[in-house]
């Protein structure tokens, strides 16, 4: 089997739904054979090591460690699932101070036992912050470090499809941007459903508020749905992420990114953003004035829940970030 490179992943929370999902994934993907599961739970990685063994990759080289310095050591692509997962009843939020702490000591460890790492993708929730604080604490360039946002556009996509019953890839333009959460900023302005613009559609305004709903509260109704948070599609976006970075086809979905301009200071957010092997490059969101004022208000809320993680110390203040990472 031909693999896109040999270089080695790192998949930390490999025992999980998400972490199982996105070894087979990689492999299935054939993305690189050299994958380390990593895990602080010992009896769920040696079974996820089995199933995987079990499949019979060709030419696959997977190991798995409870170590963090054999696991971490020589990667340089990391993705994280690391973190504590939603259950019912709970918004991402609501997880906000205790993933941090674990993303402040998954970005330690990435300056600690690699930091010539190439790309590292965070996606436990709040994605956002838990990604600006692994930044914040790796020592690594903001193009290096991205955070899964493009559920959110993939289920206004799907909404969408359902609603004019088309197939899913018929819908373009469907893009959430700011905040993975309950605060993103949904755009509608840029939708065309099978090449015909959105507004031209006649799409009521109650229908719309239904489909922002529900695109809102994907996740929610999933852990509904399911007993459990999302596993399958996180993983899958992730994997089609670092196959990006690591040279495969370009991942065009919106990603979490660091961003630091005259509009928007120092948060990770969901814009309009390209992954390739250099990295993750982003430009303005274009929107309606509407669209705008729900962008400002997303990305006030992500202020909030980072300036919550400066008070509970996990973060030091904006003005001192250099210190521990002068890429800021």
Same mark, same amino acid.
């Given at each position: 089997?031909?693999?896109?490179?040999?270089?080695?992943?790192? %998949?930390?929370?490999?025992?999980?739904?998400?972490?199982? #999902? /996105?070894?087979?994934?990689?492999? /299935?993907?054939? =993305?690189?054979? #050299?994958?380390?599961?990593?895990?602080?739970?010992?009896?769920?990685?040696?079974?996820?090591?089995?199933?995987?063994?079990?499949?019979?990759?060709?030419?696959?080289?997977?190991?798995?460690?409870?170590?963090?310095?054999?696991?971490?050591?020589?990667?340089?692509?990391?993705?994280?699932?690391?973190?504590?997962?939603?259950?019912?009843? /709970?918004?991402?939020?609501?997880?906000?101070?205790?993933?941090?702490?674990?993303?402040?000591?998954?970005?330690? #460890?990435?300056?600690?036992?690699?930091?010539?790492?190439?790309?590292? *993708?965070?996606?436990? @929730?709040?994605?956002?912050?838990?990604?600006?604080?692994?930044?914040?604490?790796?020592?690594?360039?903001? !193009?290096? =470090?991205?955070?899964?946002?493009?559920?959110?556009?993939?289920?206004?996509?799907?909404? =969408?499809?359902?609603?004019?019953?088309?197939?899913?890839?018929?819908?373009?333009?469907?893009?959430?941007?700011?905040?993975?959460?309950?605060?993103?900023?949904?755009?509608?302005?840029?939708?065309?459903?099978?090449?015909?613009?959105?507004?031209?559609?006649?799409?009521?305004?109650?229908?719309?508020?239904?489909?922002?709903?529900?695109?809102?509260?994907?996740?929610? @109704?999933?852990?509904?749905?399911?007993?459990?948070?999302?596993?399958?599609?996180?993983?899958?976006?992730?994997?089609?992420?670092?196959?990006?970075?690591?040279?495969?086809?370009?991942?065009?979905?919106?990603?979490?990114?660091?961003?630091? #301009?005259?509009?928007?200071?120092?948060?990770? /957010?969901?814009?309009?953003?390209?992954?390739?092997?250099?990295?993750?490059?982003?430009?303005?969101?274009?929107?309606?004035?509407? !669209?705008?004022?729900? =962008?400002?208000?997303?990305?006030?809320?992500?202020?909030?829940?980072?300036?919550?993680?400066?008070?509970?110390? %996990? *973060?030091?203040?904006?003005?001192?970030?250099?210190?521990?990472?002068?890429?800021?």
């Amino acid at each position: 089997m031909k693999y896109l490179t040999n270089e080695k992943l790192v %998949i930390v929370g490999a025992g999980g739904m998400i972490g199982s #999902n /996105m070894a087979q994934s990689v492999l /299935m993907l054939g =993305l690189t054979p #050299n994958v380390c599961l990593y895990d602080i739970y010992e009896p769920g990685l040696k079974g996820v090591l089995g199933e995987i063994d079990h499949c019979a990759f060709e030419g696959a080289n997977v190991t798995a460690t409870i170590n963090p310095e054999e696991a971490f050591t020589g990667a340089k692509y990391i993705i994280s699932s690391g973190g504590a997962p939603r259950k019912e009843g /709970m918004t991402r939020e609501d997880l906000l101070k205790g993933n941090c702490q674990i993303a402040a000591e998954f970005g330690d #460890n990435i300056k600690k036992y690699c930091p010539d790492v190439k790309h590292v *993708v965070v996606i436990f @929730n709040p994605a956002d912050v838990t990604a600006l604080t692994a930044l914040i604490h790796s020592g690594l360039k903001p !193009e290096q =470090l991205t955070s899964l946002a493009a559920l959110d556009s993939t289920r206004l996509q799907e909404a =969408l499809a359902q609603e004019f019953g088309v197939q899913q890839c018929k819908v373009t333009g469907a893009h959430t941007y700011g905040g993975h959460g309950e605060a993103m900023a949904v755009f509608a302005s840029q939708v065309k459903i099978d090449g015909k613009p959105l507004a031209e559609c006649g799409l009521s305004a109650e229908k719309w508020a239904d489909i922002k709903l529900r695109t809102v509260q994907g996740g929610s @109704n999933i852990i509904k749905l399911r007993g459990r948070s999302s596993f399958q599609s996180p993983a899958y976006q992730a994997v089609k992420m670092i196959e990006a970075a690591m040279g495969g086809d370009k991942f065009t979905w919106p990603a979490g990114c660091y961003v630091n #301009n005259a509009v928007f200071q120092n948060v990770m /957010m969901a814009m309009p953003s390209t992954i390739d092997a250099t990295g993750v490059h982003f430009c303005a969101p274009k929107g309606t004035a509407e !669209e705008m004022a729900d =962008l400002k208000k997303s990305y006030d809320h992500l202020c909030k829940m980072r300036d919550e993680i400066v008070s509970l110390g %996990i *973060v030091p203040p904006v003005s001192e970030w250099k210190s521990l990472n002068p890429n800021l």
